[in-house]
């Protein structure tokens, strides 16, 4: 179909006036579309400036097409077309992967979505310049660097709470049990007015709640242009109680294919259809909502001694003459059929002699008698990986460990490796990678989000040095979008970026080795490469429910029990998407990051993936004082910072909590065991009064004279600022000499840090 072409358009605009009775009369046919409109001044002003408003309508392909999709659809479209409006349809073959329709199979989705298409295509949609079909995955892939931050910025924006408040539009309440996807969902359905530029958004009655967050981002963020909300009325579904049409319950439904025989059955054997009563009848609904609209009258065919054939031109006199008993309940019914399968022929006809189509048709029973079978909706089912997915999945695996001999060098490399860790998940995986693979890709990273500790600079320095000795090739993921959801810094990105380069030019002075080390700036390699990276952070989102993706709430530094935004449950599903997207082998982080590790190996063995990240998790460096079980850049009290002056340091230290004699949570014991001795393979203690100089090279050995009293505090403190300062010296020298370096760190001091 053609695009629509915005340059053409706006030159034919130029100096347009639409008259107060031609607006009157667009106003009139649009209106007509919706149920309810937010709001009516709103609308009027727009088709009074705008001669072509965008108007954004959207499905998500899963089954059969039923008449509430497919002919008010078609009734719609026409109206908004012929009031001058140009319609982007928005097939959601991503959302129903999020919403688990057909087990989350794209490939599945997408034949749905074609079948959909030529639905509304054998009704002359195609035949409209102003109609355009956009697949979601194509659309967002295409321009995803704008799509991905919008959606992360909605996701910062609002609550969890408010968020799950928002699933009706999925067909689930928020006391269900939620995917991490269906969160997402919701934050990617509200970006899409605004990624289409979108004048009216016109969904369902069941769609309000997000179509109203929308709006409330651009109050928000000062956006002009919100959306007009035009809501039309839900169909309901045949059966009593049944509040609209259900793809899953056949019986619930009139569907676009159904058979003449099939149409009569339904409506004249299932259909809730009580004698006399208007309020609630569902064959009353149907001629309301699609009968008369589409044939501009309804006509019942009786016997002359029933009161003979009479056509209506309202609903009120329909209702009327069925309230009264002059209307009966088996003519309506058949009256109603009848009608239906005049609508409904033109697209049967088409199924049976468009090869397409009938081809279209078959794939798709084919497609949902598996999907029965399987019972899909109900569960997560394990789907082969997507072109893209495989690409990201894809790392060359080791072969099995079993009855592995290590060489010499293997061994030694993987001494090395293991040092690192307080923890190793697992050591044979370990081995084994060490010993069939000479490169092994091993993953850290960091969010930029204030001043530099020596937990993250020393520590991380001395890591990674020793992972290139033993042969690693090490990535460092600059996580700017990641600080951005966690609300760091307040979430300006400019200010994370300003960060991160103030963290590389401390790694680069303080020794780190250049060679096979990489930093990489999430943005600029999710947005270079997003047709692998968000189909994955969708696959993990599905397949992990709420209470999964809270517990790992830990990585960010926050609870279970915090007040959460949306984006702290994006933030999980992307960080486990980053070990395989940068195909790394070993996961090298802190502690605190260790269930969001789990969790990708968790996911391994759902999709069957063999070659598992192993995870060496190293030991997090608590705060200087009483109680802190890690430094805090927001307590500069609790940190020694990598640019802190000598003063600076001596004080901090002095300070420091260091009970004697007691070496369990001893901070300045800790930054001996795993800053001094890992650097330098020897602690020097001066003290003349008690026999000179001592030189420790195992931190048992200082363990033992400090708990004896033969090492005091006061030696252990001066021999640990010594240490330390001499560590920080070169740093310090960098930043102030290197006018680069000088101006970084300015910036940084000024920026305030947020939790």
Known sequence: MEAFSETALASSLAGLQISDEEVERRYNEVKSVGEQCINDDELRDLLAKKAAPVCYDGFEPSGRMHIAQGLMKIMSVKKLTSAGCRVKIWIADWFAVMNNKLGGDLKKIRIIGEYHKEIFQAAGMNSEKNVEFLWSSDEINARGDEYWPLVMDIACRNSLAKIKRCMPIMGHSETDELSAAHILYVCMQCADPLFLQADICQLGMDQQTVNLLAREYCDETKRGNKPVILSHHMLPGLLQGQTKMCTSDPSSAIFMDDDEAEV??????????????????????????????????FTVERDEKFGGNKTFNNFEDIAADYESGRLHAKDLKDALSKALNKILQPFRDHFKTNNRAKNLLEQVNTVLKQDQKT??????????PSKEMEEALSVNAPSSSAGLQMSEEAEKKYNIVRSIGEECIQEDELKNLLSKKPTPICYDGFEPSGRMHIAQGVMKVTNVNKLTSAGCQVKIWIADWFAQLNNK????????????????????????NPEKVSFLWASEEISRKGDKYWPLVMDIARRNNLRRILRCGQIMGRSETEVLSAAQILYPCMQCADIFFLEADICQLGMDQRKVNMLAREYCDDIKRKNKPIILSHHMLPGLLEGQEKMSKSN????????????AVNEKISNAHCPERTVAGNPCLEYVKFLVLPRFNEFVVQNEKNGGNKTFTSFDDISADYESGELSREDLRKALIKALNIMLQPVRDHFKTNERAKNLLEQVKLFRVTR
């Open 375 to 384: 019972n899909s909706s109900a569960r997560v089912v394990a789907t082969a």
């Open 489 to 512: 810094l307040g979430g300006d990105l400019e200010k994370i970026k300003v960060v991160g380069e103030y963290f590389k030019e401390i790694w680069q002075a303080g020794g780190m």
């Open 636 to 647: 500069p009290s609790s940190a020694i910072f990598m640019e802190d002056d000598e003063d």
């Open 264 to 297: 009569n059955r339904k409506i004249r054997k299932k259909a809730f259809c009580l004698p006399k009563i208007v309020e609630g009848n569902k064959c009353l609904e149907y001629v309301k909502y699609i009968i008369l609209p589409w044939f501009s009258e």
